[in-house]
């Protein structure tokens, strides 16, 4: 059985040491594995990354919500230079982050939601491009960013595609998001928040696993890094939640992500 890791960071310099002997782990268990890139530098690194092996390993390009700051403008070519790359099968992370912006006063809070949305904007320009997924990233902000997509799918009926990753949001909004045609992506995030009746709402052909290494390790595992052998731990929580087979998880994800990013 095949895992597919639609969300790693193995370019993150906690791989520094070990970097080489982690992905060669993986792919000889037949993983598939994304990294993504967080801004512009990190973006050539896991092109750089996924360059380096024959297959299995991958890379998406973009500028994380958070990250926008480290950027005097969006680069948008040096981006669409990356985009072009082979082993290139996505546009993100972006999206939108409220998280910590909220607590500012109204004003800023008003200029930096619009920047995030115009970045976000951006990307999906491109993603259109290349006809490639975006990988979303969203926190406090889902009902921000399902009018955005809404309006570019349905009011301006541009062709979108992706998933939203780490998925922590509502039945209702996964509801939306399933709706606008988007993946949901599930992480160790469902061992740190109750993601329950979630889990059991929506669709296993419309899920994705990821692990977001080195971030959001299971507690099952001593190991305060994460990486992508940890993912059958949250293979085998949605197979706890659902009821139903770990084939069938671990083989319905795998096939979701092939569909979506190759
Ligand atoms: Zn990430």
Do not use: W
């Amino acid at each position: 059985m095949k895992y597919f890791d639609t969300h790693a960071h193995l370019n993150f310099p906690d791989y520094n040491k070990d970097r080489d002997e982690v992905i060669k782990k993986s792919l000889e268990k037949g993983f598939f594995i994304i990294n993504i890139g967080t801004d512009l530098k990190e973006s050539k690194k896991v092109v750089e990354i996924a360059k380096n092996y024959r297959k299995g390993i991958y890379a998406s390009v973009g500028l994380h919500p958070l990250y926008i700051e480290r950027e005097e403008d969006f680069a948008l070519d040096s981006y669409r230079k990356l985009a072009k790359e082979e082993k290139v099968v996505a546009i993100g992370e972006t999206g939108l982050d409220y998280k910590y912006i909220s607590e500012k006063r109204k004003e800023e809070f008003e200029e930096e939601k619009n920047l995030q949305k115009e970045v976000f904007r951006k990307h999906i320009k491109i993603a259109r491009e290349f006809d490639l997924p975006v990988v979303l990233h969203c926190r406090k902000a889902h009902k921000d960013l399902i009018e955005e997509l809404f309006n570019l799918i349905k009011e301006e009926k541009q062709n979108i595609k992706g998933v939203v990753h780490c998925f922590t949001g509502s039945i209702s909004q996964a509801k939306e998001y399933i709706d606008l045609g988007f993946y949901l992506g599930i992480n160790g995030v469902v061992f740190k928040m109750n993601l329950e009746k979630v889990i059991k709402e929506i669709p296993l052909v419309k899920m994705v696993i990821e692990t977001d290494c080195p971030f959001l390790s299971p507690p099952q595992v001593k190991c305060k890094r994460n990486e992508p052998l940890f993912l059958e731990y949250i293979a085998k929580e949605i197979t706890r939640i659902k009821k139903i087979d770990a084939k069938e998880v671990i083989e319905t994800t795998n096939k979701n992500a092939q569909n979506l990013f190759l």
